[in-house]
Each structure stands twice: as structure tokens, then as C-alpha cells.
């Protein structure tokens, strides 16, 4: 099911950086993994199913490097015919596939690397050591920007300039809060599953430094929900970042 598009929206931000969603599953009480960080079932094959015509319908899908680490994922496609299909649109077989990581601390070893046909973005910062910038080059196509951090901003301008219109952002919680409340998100897709995971320690769906009060909050604007395997699919717009 493909995400829907206003147009209006699309045209403001389109000159600047791609139409950005972010698709996330969580247990019913918030949580996207366990206290230990270990990735568990939340939805089920007809979810993953959504998500998997979600990353064949975009562009560029992008992580988190706390993603990579906890959960190693690959970030294709899975379904053969949405690759055929991508394939014969004058496409890879899967979105450029992104991983922001300030200190490139990605393995080498990463199945993002090993697994796939297509291209891969790292997104780093100033801060990363030149040694392992030269090995990841030999790997992937390297972006920096920002001193300590990543400027997400500018990274964002930088994938629209490299051609990526619809970037799908898989997480983890701290990179969903990062890119939201910069203003860089239009749109939040979230599998709500019929567990209850608990634990302080355990990662939200978005956690960063959070709000301080209320007028910050980002405001979402409810448009789609849909029952689905044994929880519902909840999208909203991002009516705004709450950032002053």
C-alpha cells in the first residue's frame, strides 16, 4: 500500500529534501525492542508485507547506526516481483539503502553491505575517524556533514540533490526523534501491536531529549488507520515540528 501524498504538502518541501515518512512498528504500550535492545515480533505477515512495498515504492530507505547494530538489518526488498517491478521501471532492485552514523562505527561486516543489489549511502560527521572513512568508501558512498554530529538538514538536501524524492525512515527511536523535530518528516506510518513489553530501560518509538512542555510538542494530524494481522495501522501528517 503506498503512502499517500498531499500534494500541497510535496510541493512545499520539494525544492529542498525528499518527501520524508517514517514506518515503525511498536508494542501497545510504546516500546520497539526490549530492554535489552533485542528486536521482537510485533506485527505480523501482513504487516511486513506493507512495509516491504513501502521500501520498494521509495526511493532511499534510511537507519539509524543503533539499528545496525541492535538488529543488523538488510533493508531490501524481499517480495522478487517488486524487484522485477523496480528493475523495470529503470531501477535497482532495492532503495538506495542509508545509514547515519556520526562516529562510523558501522561494521564492515554489516548485512547491509553483504546483502542486495543496489547503492549505499553512510552518512557521517566530521568526527569520524579518516581511517575507517576510507574503508567504508571502498563500500559505500560517503556523506559528511556536521562538526560532532550529523546536520540532518543538510544531509537531507544533500539526498534530495542526488536524486532521492521519497525517503522511508525505518529508525531506531533515537533517529525518528532527531528527524522529526528538525522539521524533516511528513508523514508517520506505526504498526500498534497486541503486546506489552514494559521496562524503563526499553526504547520508545522515539526517544532523543524528548519536550519540556507542552508547546513544544510535534502535532500529528490522524488521516488513515486500518485493522491489520492482530493490531492497526495508525498514519498521520506532521502538521508541525513543535521546534521554536
Known amino acids: 500500500?503506498?503512502?499517500?501524498?498531499?500534494?500541497?504538502?510535496?510541493?512545499?518541501y520539494g525544492m529542498e529534501r525528499p518527501f520524508t515518512f517514517i514506518n515503525s512498528a511498536m508494542s501497545a504500550d510504546g516500546k520497539i525492542s526490549t530492554k535489552k535492545r533485542k528486536q521482537v515480533k510485533i506485527?505480523?505477515?501482513?504487516?511486513?508485507?506493507?512495509?516491504?512495498?513501502?521500501?520498494?515504492?521509495?526511493?532511499?530507505?534510511?537507519?539509524?547506526?543503533?539499528?545496525?547494530?541492535a538488529d543488523d538489518p538488510s533493508l531490501t526488498v524481499k517480495s522478487e516481483e517488486r524487484r522485477k517491478r523496480r528493475v523495470a521501471q529503470g531501477k535497482d532492485e532495492n532503495p538506495?539503502?542509508?545509514?547515519?552514523d556520526s562516529k562510523a562505527r558501522i561494521p564492515l561486516t554489516a548485512d547491509v553491505f553483504k546483502k542486495g543489489v543496489g547503492k549505499r549511502i553512510v552518512v557521517v560527521s566530521k568526527a569520524a575517524q579518516a581511517d575507517k572513512l576510507e574503508a567504508l568508501r571502498e563500500k559505500a558512498d560517503v556523506i559528511v556533514v556536521g562538526d560532532e554530529e550529523v546536520d540532518l538538514t543538510k544531509m537531507s538536501e544533500e539526498l534530495k540533490r542526488?536524486?532521492?524524492?521519497?525517503?522511508?525512515v525505518e529508525g531506531g527511536a533515537t533517529l525518528n526523534w532527531a528527524m522529526a523535530r528538525a522539521g524533516l518528516v511528513d508523514e508517520i506510518t506505526v504498526f500498534v501491536g497486541n503486546i506489552i513489553?514494559?521496562?524503563?530501560?526499553?526504547?520508545?518509538?522515539?526517544?532523543?531529549?524528548?519536550?519540556?512542555e507542552l508547546g513544544?510538542?510535534?502535532?500529528?494530524?490522524?488521516?488513515?488507520h486500518e485493522r491489520m494481522d492482530e493490531g492497526i495501522v495508525l498514519t498521520w501528517h506532521v502538521r508541525s515540528s513543535g521546534s521554536k
Open 96 to 100: 538506495v539503502r542509508i545509514v547515519v
Open 162 to 168: 542526488r536524486g532521492i524524492g521519497r525517503l522511508m
Open 197 to 212: 513489553i514494559g521496562g524503563k530501560d526499553a526504547p520508545t518509538f522515539m526517544d532523543g531529549g524528548g519536550i519540556s
Open 216 to 224: 513544544e510538542a510535534i502535532e500529528l494530524e490522524l488521516f488513515r
Open 1 to 12: 500500500m503506498a503512502s499517500f501524498i498531499r500534494p500541497s504538502r510535496f510541493k512545499a
Open 43 to 69: 506485527s505480523g505477515k501482513a504487516d511486513f508485507d506493507r512495509v516491504d512495498e513501502l521500501r520498494a515504492s521509495s526511493d532511499a530507505v534510511m537507519v539509524g547506526i543503533g539499528t545496525v547494530v
